[in-house]
């Protein structure tokens, strides 16, 4: 077993390990939607724009992961795990929020699952496009998570506390993030690159929401942006 092999295990693991945060996250959405007290919001400051981001960065490894050579399955049958999940979230914001937006991004989020699944199966024939179009989307989530984690992180720093965002997902995902850091350099950069690029980045915005749970338990700032929520909702 060489380096490649190892660090594709290893990433393989802690991609698992990720999925459970993201199940956390989904468990907590279910915890707050069976609570009786009905002004507790089931996704309470989760970011639609940050979970859409977070879809179609996983769902763009999916494709990216079938359309290189060898067919990578360290890369490709994880993230289609997580693409279902993160789905579900989507799905719990729409049926929460019933807003227009959440509505058409659960459209396209299924719609594009559909899509990916189904150029699985259409092997060589999407190869080359297939490895370009996914190579370009990445570099477009790449920004777009950025973005989109930012506007989670505004969120948090806005109204001075969490809400129904789970911690447990942001380190498991932290934890995936420096593995497949690890697993890009043992691709090769002319292969991994993007995979780098978008695992450096998620990385870097899960420590910053990680340290912003302990910043709402310690911060008086915090807690005056706490207090002045509830007055207005008061």
């Not at 490709?76 to 795990?81: D, M």
């Not at 199966?121 to 973005?147: R, W």
């Not at 942001?170 to 043992?186: C, P």
């Not at 998620?202 to 911060?219: A, E, H, P, Q």
Request: charged letters at 15%; a positive charge; hydrophobic letters at 50%.
């Amino acid at each position: 077993m060489d380096f490649y092999d190892i660090a594709g295990t290893v990433n393989t693991a802690f991609i698992f390990v990720s999925l459970y945060g993201v199940f956390s996250q989904l468990k907590k959405i279910w915890s707050r939607k069976g609570n009786d007290d009905k002004s507790v919001r089931p996704t309470e400051l989760l970011s639609l724009n940050q979970f859409t981001v977070s879809y179609l960065a996983y769902l763009s490894f999916f494709v990216y992961g079938y359309s290189i050579e060898p067919f990578n399955h360290y890369i490709v049958w994880p993230r289609l795990i997580a693409s279902l999940l993160v789905l579900l979230i989507i799905m719990e914001i729409w049926f929460d929020r019933k807003s227009t937006s959440a509505a058409i991004s659960f459209s396209v989020a299924a719609s594009t699952l559909i899509l990916a699944c189904a150029g699985l199966f259409f092997g060589e024939t999407i190869l080359d496009k297939g490895k370009l179009i996914s190579t370009c989307i990445i570099l477009v989530v790449t920004l777009l998570i950025a973005q989109g984690y930012f506007h989670q992180i505004r969120l948090i720093y806005k109204s001075g506390h969490t809400g129904a965002v789970d911690l447990k997902m942001s380190q498991f995902i932290l934890m995936m993030d420096l593995s497949t850091i690890v697993f890009a350099f043992s691709m090769g950069i002319a292969k991994g690159w993007p995979l780098l690029m978008l695992a450096v980045t998620s990385g870097v915005t899960k420590l910053i929401i990680m340290y912003l749970f302990r910043w709402v338990k310690t911060s008086p700032l915090a807690a005056e942006r706490r207090h002045a929520v509830l007055t207005q909702s008061a």
